[in-house]
Structure formats: C-alpha cells, structure tokens
C-alpha cells in the first residue's frame, strides 16, 4: 500500500521554457506554489520549476492539519494569516479542496498532560485565539463516547482540515491560470550569478534568466544551498501514515492523542497517524550538525527510530559541486516515496481502536511515508541568504508547513517583490544559525 498522489499536471507541463521570468521557484510544494500563485496573481512573471510532480513529497503526504493550536509562539502571527489566506484559497478555487473549519483538539490522558497544554493558553491570549480547555463531559460530547476517558482537551474550534493531495495541485492550476509558468520534471541544477547578485537559474532544461530566486525545495534545501556554498541545519525525518476507507463520522475536528491522532478525510474515511513517531537515518548532515539538532533529540529520544544504513553511505557518495550540464542528485531522485513503517502503523491503529471506539475493525486500506524538513528549533527559514543576493528560502517547515504554507508563499511573494512582508520575520531569519540564536519552544 503506497501513496499514489493526484498530479497537477497543470498546462504548462512540457511546454517551452520561458528564457527570462522576473522571479524562479525551486519547488512545486504548497510554500513555492503558493508563492507562484501570489506572484500570479500580482502580476508578476513568475516561473515554478518541480523536479517531480507538483505536490509529490510531504505537501500531498502531510495530515492535512491547519492549526493555530499548539505552535511555536513565533508561528502565530504567520499561522494566524495563513489561514485566512486559506479561507480566500478555498473561495477562490474553482476546486474542492476540503477546507472545513472543524476544530482542531488534543486530548489529554493525565491531569499533567492537560496541565501542560493549559500552559499554552496564555499564547492563545495573546493574539485572541478561541483556544480552550475542554471538560472531561465536553471531550467525551466531542468524541461521541460517554467513558470520560479523558482528563480534558485543548481545543481550537476556529482550527481547520484540508486535502493536501487536492489544495497543493489545485493552487498551481489557479497560478497557471493566473500566468505562472509551472514546470513538472524540471529540476534546477544551479544558480547564475552577474555582478555579484543572482541573475538566473539553470535547469535541466536550459537556463532562466530573473531577477530574483524563491527555493522552497523541502527535504531538498540545505543540498542545494550546500552546493552554493551554504551550510542550513536542516535533516530529513520519515514519518508514516495510513488512512482508512470511509467509516461513521465520529467528528469533524481533527483530534490529537499520545498514541494516535485522526483526522476526517473528505472522502468519509479517516487519516490516522502518530505524532513524533519517526524514524531517522544517521547521516553525514546529523553527525554536522550534531550539536544544533541535540536539545531536539534530548526530547524526542524515546519516540525516535534511529538507523544506520545506506542513508549514511548514500549521503556520503553524493557529491555537493556538481556541474550545470550534468545530471545531479534532484534528477536521480524525482520522487521522494519511502516505504511506510508497518509495524509503527499497526500499532497506531491497535492504539486508535482502543481510544476510539468507533475505529474498532476499522483496517486501514492506503499506508505512505513522507520525509519531513526538520531545523534545529523547529520553526522555518524565510527570507534571503547573506551572501547571495536575490535569492530567498522558504524551507524547513519542521513537521508544519502545510497550515502555514500560504502565508510562507504570500510573504515570499512580498519579498521578492521588494514590498515590506506583512509579518515580522526576524525570527525565521537564515542568520539565526550562524549567529547561536536558536530558542527551540518544547513541542506540546
Ligand atoms: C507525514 C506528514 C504529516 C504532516 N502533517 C502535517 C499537518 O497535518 N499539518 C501541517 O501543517 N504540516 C504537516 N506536515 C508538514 C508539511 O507537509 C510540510 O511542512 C510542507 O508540505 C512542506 O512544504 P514545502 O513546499 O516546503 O516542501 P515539499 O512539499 O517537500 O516540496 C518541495 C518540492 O521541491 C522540489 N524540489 C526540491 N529540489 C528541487 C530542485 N532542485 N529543482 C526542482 N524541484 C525541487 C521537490 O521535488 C518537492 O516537490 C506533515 C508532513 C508529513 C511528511
């Protein structure tokens, strides 16, 4: 059971490369194509340059959570513009991307469970979030169960769902039609620099000449930026998830526990998965930045899988100075489809039963993994790199990129247009790294 993602296949594909565009896109994820989509619809021409398929790796493989709920502080204001953006997405569409505002809730099984996430309320406070506490009575009323198995729930009724695999491609299809150049099977190799500054890109399909450059390539990010030079703290995760087929509603929220969390799926079924069950590959770029990633690791230690294998070799085979007339490592690899971690799945699904009621019997009928782009505190870089004029990131989205990827692609738009981005950035600011100022808020 593999994930077999909706293309886009939107109308450019295998037509012309335009020679010149005012701004180049690395990356068909939700982040580059919504940034297209705003660049579009700003007037701007904009090229969108995907090596695979619109919306082939985490952007159709994530659970499909826009949340406020929960987030790093520092998200808020982003989070908090994406998804109004997102309610304009969902109208403005002439598809059916599954956008429901139908909460989002995480439940707790212990007093101390509920304590720590009361802890997050004085955030919600701050920017007048709806966030709350959940009685016993009302989590139960919620769930539909009447066991009060628990303590209580965090809940945000303004917090919403989408269908990843549909939003992402049909965002690039409005970018088309709004005049972005989307281009699947073309990955860019490099970057051609004038004067100093960026002046272009060049594909495996010829080069681009544009004033400025968004990267928005995932798991891809820091080898690109290594091989101009630059080193970002950015390692890949593989998380796995399963979905079910249509089954009785048991809620609209999205629902968060320990051991397992779900979340209506637009065709009646439920994608069921477990938060921080990962597994990760040792490689060249842990060891690197071994240091950067350890207060994360220190945390997460018991949830992680931790492996040594040909990750670690591949890694190490793959050279980072590569020429722009030769194939490189984004062509070798279109796709990033990694199998699933069954057992992992099984036992979420065991667990899901024994929380829910409702799900016992229930087999799942689709299992896929996603690599997620983890930063050393978990929050993503956006905006430019020192040392490379006119070229903007917009990575390392940690596990939560999907809910706030418009906003991501809205102010990248606003930066590569040289407008003032309409939320303060400094806290995803690239130099963060260099400098050591990496806070990283314990995850709830
Ligand atoms: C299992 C799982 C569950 C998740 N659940 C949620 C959730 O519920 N809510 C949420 O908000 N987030 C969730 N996420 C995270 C979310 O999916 C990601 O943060 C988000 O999709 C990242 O988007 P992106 O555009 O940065 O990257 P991606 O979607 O990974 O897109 C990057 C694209 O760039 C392309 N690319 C890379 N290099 C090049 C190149 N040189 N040339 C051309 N193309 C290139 C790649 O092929 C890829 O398609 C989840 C992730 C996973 C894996």
Redesign the pocket.
Known sequence: MRLRTAAATPSEQMSALPRASEVVV???????AATAYYLAKAGVPVTL???????????S???????KQGRDPRELPAIILALRLWEEIAGALDEDIGWHRGGVAYLAESAAELARYEAWLPHARAYQLDTRLLSPTETDALLGQDGRRFAGALFTASDARAE?ARAVPALARAAAQSGAAIHEG????TLEMQAGRVAGVVTERGPIACRAVVL??????AL?LRHLGVELPQLNVK???QRTGPVPLITQSAVGATRAAFRRRQDGGYTI?RSGAVTFDLTPAAVRHFRAFLPALREKWGEIKLRLGRAFVDELTTSVSWAPDRP?P?ERT???DSSPDHAVLDQVMRDAANLFPQLRGVRPVERW?????VTPDEIPVLGPVDGIPGLLV??G?????????PAAGYLMAQLATGRAPSVDLHPFRFARFQQRDVTRYPEL
């Not at 690395?26 to 580059?32: E, F, R």
């Not at 073309?186 to 190799?189: L, Q, S």
């Not at 993994?369 to 782009?373: H, T, W």
């Open positions: 690395i990356g068909g994820g939700i982040a580059g340059c995907e090596k695979g398929r619109i919306a082939g790796e985490q952007s493989r994530n659970w499909g959570w826009i949340r990843p073309c990955a860019v190799r928005a390539g995932g798991a891809w990010s690109f998380a796995s998830v998965a490189t984004f279109r796709v990033l993994a996603g690599m997620i782009d917009a990575t989205f940690s596990g939560h990129g999907f809910g706030i990827g």
